[in-house]
């Protein structure tokens, strides 16, 4: 198959298929699902893949799933068949955000306190496209090997791309591929960076306790919420004179709660909130620096603190070769012109639990509206795409499957050909 006959392809796919896949974004969008509660998006992709002659199978806790694209010699996707050529997977999230849609759209979340404000919409739209597409291949004998089309729950909890492993559903997959929506790059381009692209994230919460009492006079008890005060503001001071500010070490609180009356002092109240990091390094040890830090400063102030301290995933390292197959992908469907270099964002993914044992890359997809003011960030109650991106999303997600399936084609005949050589 030519680089143009697939760039055509495509082009005829998205003529048929681009409304059909805009208005599944849009249902996914109105009815979104936080993480392990994706039932209804389950269901919608699996329904419509089984239309298209796909076998997918849900996952054992009940959300997300998976199907195979392409010839498995026995049995059904994602069991014991053996396939008939490399496997390679794409992968999708499922999951949305607990916090309001405050956008004024059509399809503007139907559900209390949950929105799809990561663009995690788009990526299932992305994947069932390209999964379509690839399905036509298939059945037509283009497809040299099987995609794993992969949905997984639960990416914000985080923890969904561990099930996926745990159920042994990329045992055998040569290479992953995925993309997230990039509101800070135009529709139409596509970011791609070989090395860590996500930063680490873990989770922090400082409790603290102390005598309480009236607020009258406060030099009778902890005075806690002062002490809370200090403790929110000079942790992420101190921090940063603490570590080698390359390593992008950052503490930002989410949440602080303490007292329940303007004239009482309470006894405890907490703080929490994320730890970032872009280093490995300093990801190890933030936990023990943190507990010296915030220990410290309850001490100088008289109130003892507990710290709970949440490892959340690695940063995403992307390799190479797969990243030069995706790069290569993108330049023959959508041209070089759409391709840049994608800065590392202190923002995490669980995509990085796949990369530790599997090659792949993840790419950000630009999903900014030209024109000024069409600029929000993810995970804010506002965050819309411009819909362009789910046939960009599709055209790369496709090409790139093939191109990987190709890739490792080559490399099994090289393989053989060394064994038969020898
Ligand atoms: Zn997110
Ligand atoms: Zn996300």
């Known amino acids: 198959m030519t680089g143009f006959d697939l760039r055509e392809e495509l082009a005829k796919f998205l003529a048929a298929r681009e409304a059909e896949l805009i208005a599944f974004r849009r249902d996914l969008h109105a009815h979104p699902e936080t993480g392990y509660r994706e039932y209804r998006t389950t269901g919608r992709v699996l329904e ?8 997918p199978l849900t996952l054992p806790k009940g959300t997300g799933l998976v ?3 392409g010839e498995v010699a026995d049995g059904a996707a994602g069991t014991a068949g053996a396939p008939s050529g490399p496997v390679v997977a794409l992968r999708a999230d499922l999951d949305a955000l607990p916090m309001p849609d405050e956008k004024d759209v059509p399809y503007r979340s139907t559900v209390p ?3 799809h404000a990561c663009g995690h919409d788009v990526h299932t739209t992305v994947l069932l496209g390209a999964g379509l597409f690839l399905a036509e291949r298939a059945a037509a004998g283009g497809l040299p090997g099987v995609v794993r ?3 997984q729950p639960a990416e914000e909890v985080p923890g969904g791309a561990l099930d996926v492993m745990a159920a042994g559903r990329i045992a ?3 290479r992953i591929f995925a993309l997230h929506c990039d509101p800070s790059l135009d529709v139409g381009k596509v970011g791609t960076r070989v090395g860590p692209i996500t930063g680490a994230c873990d989770k922090i919460k400082v409790r603290v306790s102390g005598l309480g009492g009236h607020t009258a006079r406060p030099h009778l008890t902890a005075d806690l919420v002062y002490a809370l005060g200090k403790i929110v503001t000079e942790l992420p001071a101190a921090l940063s004179r603490r570590v080698d500010p390359r390593s992008s070490l950052s503490l930002v609180w989410g949440e602080v709660s ?3 009356t303007p004239n009482a002092i309470p006894e405890e109240g907490f703080a929490s909130g994320t730890v970032r990091c872009l280093d490995e390094q300093a990801w190890y040890g933030a936990p023990g620096l943190l507990e010296d830090l915030v220990s410290s400063v309850a001490s100088a102030y008289g109130v003892i603190a507990e710290i709970e301290y949440t490892r959340g995933v690695p940063p995403a390292v992307n390799e190479p070769s797969s990243t030069a197959i995706l790069e290569t992908a993108a330049a023959q469907v959508l041209g070089p012109e759409a391709l840049s270099v994608a800065p590392q964002s202190l923002g995490a993914e669980d995509f990085a639990w ?3 044992s599997v090659r792949g890359t993840l790419a950000r997809l630009g999903t900014r509206p030209p024109g000024p003011g069409g600029h929000c960030d993810l995970h804010q109650a506002t965050f819309d795409v411009d819909e362009r991106a789910i046939g960009v999303g599709v055209r790369l997600m496709a090409a790139t499957a093939l191109a990987a399936l190709r890739a490792g084609q080559a490399s099994a005949s090289g393989r053989l050909a060394d064994v038969t050589s020898a």
């Open 48 to 55: 419509r893949l089984a239309a298209a002659g796909l076998r």
């Open 67 to 69: 199907a195979d694209v």
């Open 149 to 151: 089309l992969v949905f």
């Open 354 to 356: 796949y990369l530790e």
């Open 113 to 115: 306190n949950a929105c």
């Open 172 to 174: 055998n997959v040569e």
């Open 258 to 260: 303490a007292g329940l």
